[in-house]
C-alpha cells in the first residue's frame, strides 16, 4: 500500500473507532467526549498498527502461523495497543486514578472489540476482504454489469517444478510465489479473484474515461518482487520462479453463485479472451501480452514500460482480431523471460 | 440403496431417521450443546453466581438449537434462505436464536419460580443472548461461504503444514455452457449456473461430500477415504444430482427455456492438501489424481457417455447403488504414463416410478 493511501485508510478507519467509542461512552460513562477522542487515538493506532507493523513487518511471520494463532496473535496485540492509549488518555480526563484507567467494562469492551476485529481481519484473509464486503453488503446478490481491468498470471514450468519439488515443497513454493505476487497487487488496489492450480486471476475495478495504471504498476511490482527474491528462491527451493501475464479489460458480469459455498463469479467475453491471451503469451513466448482495450483505459504509467506493437490475435468466433501490445521492463529482455520459462 | 432420494414430502431414509439427521449434523448438534454449555457456565458463574444453572441451561438450549438448525436452517426453511442476501440470511437466524433462548428462558423461570420472578430477568441477560446469537450465526454464516468443513479446518490448523491423503474426486461439468451462454446472456447464464450448482451441491453436501472449488461452469468435489473399502456416498451424490436435475427439468425449461445436464468424472488417488495464498487463503488439492480427473472429463466429452469413473475408484466402493449401471469401456491412455487408466462408464437405470410407500 502507497503511503498516502495508507494514510487516507488510516484517518478512516480511526473516525469510525471514534464513533463507536463515542456511542459506547455516552451509554457506560454517560459522557461522548472521552470516547470519542479515545476512541480516535485507539482506531489510528490499531490501523497503523495492521496496516504499517502487521501487513509490512510482520505479514511474513504471521502468515506461517495457523489461522487460529494468527487469530489470537492479532487480537492479543489490538487488545495491549487499546490497554496502552487506555491508560494514557484516561488521565487526561479524569486525572490519575488506577481505578478508573482499569475499569472493568471498559476493558471487557476493548477485548470484544479486538476479538471481533481480529476474527473479521482472518475472515477477510480467508475470503479476500472485497468479497466479504461485497457479499456481506449483498453488493452483487443481484448479478452487475461491471467494466474491470483483469490480470491473468500462470507460472513458468510448473510442471517441470512440481515433479522436481514434490508435493509439500510444491505446495511451499507456491505459496511463497503466491504471497510474493499477491502482496504486489494487493498493495496496487487489485483484488486477487481466484487461484485455479498455478494461475492467479485478478481484477480491479475501473472508472469510466482513463484510468490510474495501477495494474501495470501491480504487474511490474510482481516483476520487481520475485526478481529481488530470486536468490532466497534458489536458496530455499533451487529455482527462481518466473510468470507469464495476461492484462485485459471489458465488461463482465459479476454476481455471487453458489449455496454451500459462495464466491462471487465473474462471467463474460473478456475472461475467455484473457485466458486466450495467456496461451498467446506462451506460444509467442513473451513475459507478458496486454490488450488495446485495455491501454486504452489507462493513463499513461511512469517511466519505466516499453511496449511493442505486435501482429492481432485472432479469436474463435469473433470477426475482429484483437490489438495487442507486448508488455516488458526497461532492462529486461522482451522476448526471453527466464531460463526456466523458455 | 436406491440411488434417488424422493423429493416428495417429508423425506426419511431407510434406517428410519430423517434425511436431514446428517452425521455432520449430529456432530455439529453435540458442539453446538457442549459450546453452549460451556459459555451459559461462564456467563452464570460470572453475572449470577450460578455455575451449575448456566451450565444445565446452556446445554438444554445447545441441544435445543441444533434441533432448530437441523428441522428449519438444514430442513424446511434451509434452500430458500440460503438464496437470500447474507444479511437476511444472517439477520433471519440470528433473531430466530435470540427468540428461541428468550422464550425458552422465560419459560424455565416461569416454571421454576412462578410468573413474578420474570422481572429477574436483567437487560444484561438479553444483551449476552443476542451477543452470544450473533457470534455464533457469523460463525455459521461465514462457514457457509467458504464452505461446509473449510472454516474448521482453518480454525484447527488441519492443513497448515501439508497432508497427504486419499480422496475420491467428483468433477462435473455442465453440458452445452457455450451456447447456453451466448443464448441467455451472460447475466442470464449466470443465474441458470447458479440454479444448477445449488441443485448439484446440494446433493453433494447431502451425501457427505465437500465442494473444493468451481472453476468457470466446473464444480470439484471430493471425498475423504480410508484405507479398505470405503461406503463414501460420491456415486450416489452423481445419481442423486442427476435424479434432481432430471426432475426439475420443467422447471429449467420454464425459466431458461432449457434443461440443466452435465458429464461427470468420478476418480480415486492421493493428492497433498494444504492451506495456499495470503491476502485470499484456500485449502489447494495438488497432485496427479487432480489431473487424471480432468482429462477424465475431456474422455467424457470426446466419448459423448455421461458419466465416467476410473476402476481405481470403483475398487474402492464397496457395491454400486441400486439404479446405476455399469459399462466398461476401453482404457484411457495418459500423457507420461505408461499403464492407461481402466475406466467404466457410468449410467442410470431407466427409472421404474417408485411405490408411494418407499417414498414416505
Known amino acids: 500500500m502507497t503511503r498516502a493511501s495508507a494514510g487516507y485508510a488510516i484517518v478512516r478507519i480511526a473516525a469510525a473507532a471514534a464513533a463507536v467509542s463515542a456511542i459506547y461512552s455516552e451509554i457506560a460513562h454517560g459522557e461522548f467526549l472521552p470516547g470519542a477522542v479515545i476512541g480516535f487515538v485507539n482506531g489510528a493506532t490499531m490501523s497503523w498498527v495492521e496496516l504499517v507493523v502487521i501487513r509490512a513487518w510482520a505479514e511474513p511471520v504471521l502468515r506461517r502461523l495457523p489461522f ?67 457479499i456481506v453488503v449483498g453488493r452483487y446478490h443481484r448479478p452487475r454489469l461491471e467494466e474491470r481491468a483483469l490480470l491473468f498470471i500462470d507460472l513458468c514450468a510448473s510442471t517441470a517444478t512440481a515433479e522436481r519439488l514434490g508435493g509439500p ?22 483484488e486477487i479473484h481466484k487461484y485455479v492450480g498455478d494461475e492467479i486471476i485478478a481484477a480491479w475495478r475501473l472508472a469510466p474515461g482513463r484510468n490510474e495504471p495501477r495494474i501495470l504498476l501491480a504487474w511490474a511490482a510482481a516483476r520487481a518482487r520475485l526478481a529481488a527474491g530470486a536468490e532466497r528462491y534458489r536458496r530455499d527451493f533451487g529455482l527462481a520462479p518466473d510468470f507469464r501475464a495476461a492484462l485485459h479489460a471489458g465488461e463482465v458480469v459479476v454476481g455471487e453463485l453458489g449455496s454451500r459455498k459462495k464466491e462471487i463469479a465473474l462471467i463474460g467475453d473478456p475472461m475467455n479472451t484473457a485466458a486466450r491471451m495467456l496461451d498467446a503469451c506462451r506460444d509467442l513466448d513473451r513475459p507478458a501480452l496486454a490488450s488495446i482495450a485495455l491501454m486504452e483505459r489507462l493513463a499513461a504509467p511512469p ?40 | 440403496m436406491r440411488a434417488r432420494p424422493s423429493h416428495m414430502g417429508p423425506a426419511v431414509g431407510e434406517r428410519g431417521a430423517p434425511t436431514w439427521l446428517t452425521p455432520r449434523l449430529v456432530r455439529i448438534a453435540l458442539i453446538s450443546a457442549a459450546l453452549s454449555a460451556l459459555s451459559g457456565a461462564t456467563y452464570g458463574y460470572l453475572v449470577h453466581d450460578a455455575l451449575a444453572t448456566g451450565l444445565l441451561f446452556g446445554g438444554g438450549l445447545g441441544a435445543l ?20 442476501p447474507f444479511v437476511v440470511y444472517f439477520g433471519v437466524r440470528a433473531g430466530a436464536y435470540v427468540v428461541l433462548i428468550v422464550a425458552t428462558l422465560g419459560l424455565v423461570v416461569w416454571l421454576l419460580n412462578g410468573p413474578a420472578a420474570l422481572r429477574a430477568i436483567s437487560a444484561v441477560d438479553i444483551l449476552f443472548t443476542m451477543l452470544a ?14 464452505g461446509p468443513g473449510v472454516l474448521l479446518s482453518f480454525a484447527a490448523g488441519r492443513y497448515h503444514r501439508p497432508q497427504r491423503e486419499e480422496r475420491a474426486f467428483l468433477f462435473i461439468d455442465l453440458k452445452g455452457s457455450t451456447a447456453l451462454a451466448e443464448r441467455l446472456g451472460e447475466a442470464g447464464f449466470l443465474r441458470f449456473l447458479d ?6 451441491s446440494r446433493e453433494i453436501v447431502d451425501h457427505g461430500g465437500e465442494i473444493h472449488k468451481y472453476v468457470g461452469d466446473e464444480i470439484i468435489a471430493t471425498w475423504r477415504l480410508k484405507p479398505g473399502r470405503n461406503d463414501v456416498g460420491i456415486v450416489r451424490a452423481w445419481a442423486a444430482a442427476s435424479g434432481r436435475l432430471a426432475d426439475r427439468r420443467a422447471a429449467y425449461q420454464r425459466e431458461f427455456g432449457d434443461g440443466a445436464e452435465f458429464r461427470a468424472a468420478l476418480h480415486a488417488g492421493f493428492v497433498m492438501v494444504g492451506e495456499i495464498g495470503s491476502f485470499k487463503k484456500e485449502i ?15 474422455a467424457c466429452r470426446a466419448l459423448g457417455r455421461v458419466a465416467l469413473a476410473s476402476a481405481a475408484l470403483i475398487d474402492r466402493l464397496p457395491a454400486l447403488p441400486d439404479g446405476v449401471e455399469l459399462a466398461p469401456i476401453a482404457s484411457l491412455p495418459l500423457r507420461g504414463k505408461a499403464e492407461a487408466l481402466a475406466l467404466v462408464a457410468l449410467a442410470l437405470a431407466q427409472e421404474t416410478p417408485r411405490p408411494l410407500e418407499a417414498a414416505i
Open chain 2, 65 to 84: 438449537l441444533a434441533l432448530l438448525e437441523g428441522g428449519v436452517f438444514h430442513g424446511v426453511a434451509g434452500a430458500g434462505l440460503r438464496r437470500a
Open chain 1, 303 to 342: 517511466g519505466g514500460f516499453q511496449t511493442e506493437t505486435i501482429a492481432p490475435l485472432p479469436l474463435r468466433g469473433k470477426a475482429v482480431p484483437l490489438a495487442l501490445v507486448s508488455l516488458a521492463l526497461e532492462g529486461a529482455p522482451a522476448a526471453v523471460v527466464a531460463p526456466v520459462c523458455a
Open chain 1, 169 to 190: 515443497r510444491f505446495l511451499d513454493f507456491l505459496n511463497a510465489v503466491f504471497a510474493d505476487l499477491s502482496g504486489a497487487i494487493v498493495d496496487n488496489g487489485g
Open chain 2, 284 to 298: 489447494a488439492l495438488i497432485g496427479d489424481a487432480m489431473n487424471t480427473a480432468a482429462r477424465m472429463l475431456d
Open chain 2, 195 to 200: 440454479a444448477f450448482i445449488v441443485d448439484v
Open chain 1, 68 to 134: 487460529l494463532v494468527t487469530l489470537c496473535a492479532r487480537a492479543a496485540l489490538l487488545f495491549a495497543v487499546a490497554l496502552l492509549v487506555n491508560a494514557i488518555f484516561v488521565p487526561l480526563f479524569n486525572g490519575f486514578s488506577l481505578a478508573q484507567v482499569a475499569e472493568l467494562r471498559d476493558i471487557v469492551f476493548a477485548l470484544s472489540v479486538s476479538l471481533v476485529l481480529s476474527v473479521v481481519l482472518g475472515v477477510a484473509d480467508l475470503l479476500g476482504l472485497d468479497v466479504l464486503l461485497g
Open chain 2, 133 to 146: 446469537s450473533v457470534v455464533a450465526n457469523l460463525g455459521f454464516a461465514i462457514s457457509d461461504l467458504l
